[in-house]
Every structure is written in C-alpha cells, then in structure tokens.
C-alpha cells in the first residue's frame, strides 16, 4: 500500500480534525482497523490485547509511532461526519478500479450468441442485535441504547425485539472483488443504494472499456418490482432479478400463456424440485409503461408455506424480471442463472468466517461505515496477493448454443 501511495492518498484525501486527538491522525485509525479486519479477532478487545506486545513495530511499518487507545478510536469513530467517509469511499473505488486485471482477465459470461456479459450482484446484509426489556416508569430517565444511532427495526426472519443495521454490498461476481458497500439502519434505503451501486458499475464499465450494456445486475426479490426495472433502464444496466409483482398473474395474456404447456423443464440439482417454466415476453411493470422480459416458473405446493413465491391452486407461481435477450439465454437460462447465484452467497459466508465485516466496530453510522468500507479494502488486497502469488484464470460461464 505504501508502494501504491493508497496510505498517502487516504492521508491527503480524507481530512478530519477534532480537538483531544493529540498527535493521531486519521492514518493512525485506518491502520488499526485494516489491522483488526486482518487479524482475524472477534472484537476489538481481543484485537488489542493481541497487538499490544508488538504494537511500536506494527505502527512502524506505516511509517507512525504510536498506536492510538482503544477509548481514542473509540471516539474518533463516533466524531466522523459524512464527508470524511464519502472521502475514505472514494479512495476505495479508485484503488479498486485501478486494480481489475485486463479486461480479458476479469472473467465473464458468454450467451448462446457468443455475447460477453460482466455479471455483478448486489445484496443486502443484515447484523442483528439483540435488546433487553427495559422497565419504564415516571421516576427512571428515559432508557438510553448504545445502538439506536447505528440500528433501526427491521425485517430479520427470526426473534422479535431484535434492531437491525442493513449493509448494502456490490461484488463482480467472476472476480469476487467488492466494489461498494453502503450501510443504513434497519431495512435501509435499498432503492437509493441500488441508484450508487449503479454509479459504481457504469464506472466499472468505462475503465475496463466494456461496452454500454454489456454489465448484468442480479439483484434478490427486494428489488422485484416496476420501479427499480425504471431506474435499470435509466441507468442502461441490464438485469435478472426475482419478481415480487404478483399482480401480473391475473393479465389475461399471462392466464393465457400458463394455460397452455411449458416451454421448458428445469430440475434444481440441489433440492430436486422440477420447475416448468413459462416463458411470457415483454411485459409492461410500470403504470407508465416500462417493459420487462418476465419468465413465469412453477412447481407443486409442498405440505409447508412455500417462503418464496405466491401459492395458488395448490401450485407455487415465482417470476422473473430480466433484460437478457430471448435468442442469448432461453428461460431455463435465465432460471439457472439466478438460482445459481448462490456464489454471492458463497462469498458472504466466507467474509463471515474470514474477516466478519458486520460486527460492531462503532456504535455510530459513520463509524462502523468506515470500518466496513476498510474490511472490503483488506479482502480485495488479500485477493490480488493471493492472485499474485497462485495465479488461477477467472470464472468463465459459457452456455451452448442451440441446438438445430
């Protein structure tokens, strides 16, 4: 990094001042917390613990002379604004744009056509923690949490009286190199995050000098719905998401089509369950008038509350929203290609086990943004060391072209 000039630029480029820093500069806290994602440490505590022996040379090796208290980063991380971490951002992107590899190196994904796609995935993560009851009463203060500023309520999937802080994250899914992660309590605001990771992939696209159109967005059943298919289009980003819009069902043109047979059959190899899928053509999803390819997938109800899709006569009905063309990718294609993205999730569960991105570093936004934005520095850095030191060529996805 020294090498590259990253810690002179973050030096330069993200300024902050607050009176009872002392000597520290910001440099100083990014060190640590590129240090903590490295360790390995669950928590700060143990990180410390760990580096106090050692802690003078550590800081040496970037060139500073002291490791700041824990109780100092500690508020430091709560004093950030927005500015700073937008700056911190900024950095990251750029390092991560500069450090791609060649166009032909960053892998891809090649249609029936023999089209090239860049596929990326953007997803959401959430921390959940976990409050107390509290007694409330006229003669006791008002109960004052150590996460409300950072967590919000929000949709877990499990225990009620749990608060939840949302990461949004951008990955290119052949390289698994992270492009972005924006954090917000509670359930987020995943359509403006959405709007950023965008602005990240049109700039991905103009560095590597990929054609417009030629990135792929998959994108979970959040985001299924006519007006994230608008912001798409505005934004030129084809995509593949799953659909939530289940009032296209009664159209009569789709009541026509799924009264007659399938066009395809597809058989998940994992779980088993055989798919008939309905291939539906361009659909308008919006009131004003946006089009969206749709493929309708069904399957029999089982005993259980399908937890995906709309059950109907005893029949699971899911859909898909896409802007992959018809002669590139047939509908089992485009099935296949979004319950095949379990690789993101992959990548989630080993940032989990390998660096934990999502425990609590701060009890601030800015703060525990800073840190989570330095976490994925550290994964892509140990990814293109890693690619350095055993050099393995890129995912490549090709389908075969159609037959007769």
Known sequence: MTRLGLLSEISERVRFARKRFGTFEVIDFVVVLMGYAISGEPTLAAYYERLLPFATPFMALFGRSQLPHRSTLSRFLAALDQASVEALRGVFLQDALAHPGPAEGVGGLWDRRGQRWVVFDLDGTRQAARQRALPQSPDLPPPQRRLQAVCAPGYTGRKRGEVVRTRTTLLQAHTHQWLGTFGNAGNANYRGELLRGLEVIVAYQAQLGLTSGQALIRLDGQYGNGAIVADLLEAGIP????????????????????????????????????RDLFECGDLPVTAEGHRSRVIIATHPAGTTASPIGVTRDQRVYELFFTALPALGFTAADVVKLYLHRGSFETVLADEDLEQDSDRWSSYTPHGQEIWQILSQWIWNLRQELSQQWQPTSMRLTEFSPPSG
């Open 239 to 274: 995509w593949l998401m799953r659909g939530k819009d289940y009032g296209l069902l009664d159209l009569a043109s789709v009541k026509e089509r799924l009264a007659l047979p399938a066009d395809e059959q597809f058989v998940h190899p994992e779980s088993g369950i055989c």
